[in-house]
């Protein structure tokens, strides 16, 4: 098959893709008219006059938009296939885009991972809020297994072609150098819930690259790790893009977990100190690799506790033998927190959750409409872990203390927070910032040694 007919090929897929999109599109927009139908005012005004006819054209009606073949189903799976279709593509032609120039594997990779990205950009932004859209228009009537595969079918689709990317992407072992964010994030305020952690990542976001440590000069002392998620796309210099998210849900050794160990050894973190680690996104995951790695987490120090927020991490252990304890936040209107759906977890495929010892996944469901919004963690996440944002209005702080308050009322969430309390005692704390990056500059200054604990 020459190159010529394969670029043909590879276009009559892509047009195929569109059609099934485009007809996806039409079934919801049918089911949502359907849906209309079925509470049209003539219809009920008819009621009193025939109830059993009405009740039973009603459900004629949810059967054909939501039943087990119906038009939400049908829809449902198109869409799937549109997407499947289109990352099938992209994957045909990264394969290609290696063969063409073999005397260049790390270059051709890096050149493929770009193209990857560009090309699965728009049907990854189009599907992720078409999920929404879908959400929107069954809301409690599709079947719970079938809204289970529409919440997920995308993450799969995903994951499966940033793992094509991370096999085959070059990255370098990460370095760390102390910076000043202008103005300064968060602070030195000391921390009273779980939530204030996760608003000083949230802050960090402002400051691309960096991460912070945070120093607790208690009677226990101890320090706190704030770990931000994918802040540029798809390449930059720093490991907190869409490469390192994809790597890190792969290795567990990539330039943002070799970064963190040399930004404990310039805060002067001494060895064995203990040490929490706080995550949103991509850093929840590379603080599970952290907490999962011997020689980090029981060795360069103790990783006493973990928070995650968005973070696919249901594959993720700590390290055998280590005492971490783990609290992750899962929104279900979240795609992020699907994108782990299509491995081995550490939870069985039915029934409830196996309890791992020292580990809480506290589930909510907060849906935005917006798939940036389910999962951002200062306005999705925080909030129910305590901490509101500071233009919340009386109204948004009320909704965000009642979920709160259910937060801290689970049992393995209200252990948590107990062991936890020596980073949330209220005492005196100082903060320290370091910009990342996935190479240190040319002429960078050796960080020194970590020195050894009391």
Request: aromatic share 4%.
């Amino acid at each position: 098959m020459t190159g010529e007919e394969l670029v043909v090929q590879l276009d009559e897929l892509t047009r195929l893709g569109h059609q099934l999109t485009g007809a996806a599109t039409e079934l919801f927009r049918l089911a949502g008219q359907a849906q209309q139908a079925a509470v049209e005012p003539a219809l009920l005004a008819a009621t009193p006059l025939d109830p059993i006819g009405v009740v039973r054209t009603v459900a004629e009606i949810e059967v054909a938009v939501a039943g087990p073949h119906g038009l939400l189903a049908s829809a449902a799976l198109l869409g799937v296939d549109a997407t499947t279709l289109a990352a099938a593509v992209v994957e045909y032609a990264a394969a290609d885009a290696l063969k063409a120039v073999p005397g260049e594997a790390v270059s051709a990779a890096a050149r493929l991972a770009d193209v990857t990205v560009a090309a699965v950009a728009p049907y990854a932004e189009d599907g992720l809020r078409r999920v929404d859209r879908w959400r929107l228009i069954h809301q409690d009537h599709l079947p719970p297994p079938l809204a289970d595969a529409v919440a997920t079918a995308h993450g799969i689709v995903l994951a499966t072609v940033v793992r094509e990317v991370a096999a085959v992407l070059p990255e370098g072992p990460g370095s760390a150098a102390p910076t000043q964010p202008s103005p300064p994030a968060a602070g030195d305020v000391p921390a009273a819930t779980v939530g204030d952690y996760l608003r000083r990542v949230d802050e960090l976001y402002a400051h691309p690259g960096c991460v912070g440590i945070v120093t607790i000069s208690g009677p226990q002392p101890g320090y706190v790790v704030l770990l931000p998620g994918v802040e540029g796309s798809p390449s930059k210099p720093y490991p907190q893009d869409l490469y390192g998210a994809a790597l890190a849900a792969e290795r567990r050794d990539t330039a943002y977990s070799g970064a963190v160990h040399e930004a404990l050894d310039a805060a002067g973190v001494p060895v064995g100190a203990a040490v929490m680690l706080v995550g949103h996104s991509q850093g929840g995951i590379v603080a599970m690799n952290l907490a999962g790695d011997g020689r980090f987490n029981g060795t360069r120090c103790r990783v006493t506790h973990v928070l995650t927020a968005g973070s696919p991490i249901s594959t993720k252990p700590v390290a055998p033998g280590a005492a971490t304890r783990v609290l992750s936040l899962e929104n279900r209107s979240d795609i992020v927190t699907h994108l782990d759906v299509d491995r081995p977890t550490l939870r069985p495929p039915s029934g409830p959750p196996k309890v791992e010892r020292g580990r809480t996944v506290y589930t909510f469901n907060r849906q935005t409409w917006d798939v940036i919004g389910n999962h951002d963690v200062g306005g999705t996440y925080a909030p129910v872990a305590g901490s509101a944002p500071p233009s919340a209005t009386a109204s948004e702080r009320a909704a965000a203390a009642a979920a709160n308050e259910r937060f801290r009322a689970d049992p393995g969430v209200a252990s948590y927070l107990d062991s936890a309390q020596p980073y949330l005692d209220g005492s005196p704390v100082s903060s320290r910032y370091f910009q990342l990056r996935d190479r240190a500059p040319a002429g960078a200054p050796a960080v020194p040694a970590p020195r050894s604990g009391d």
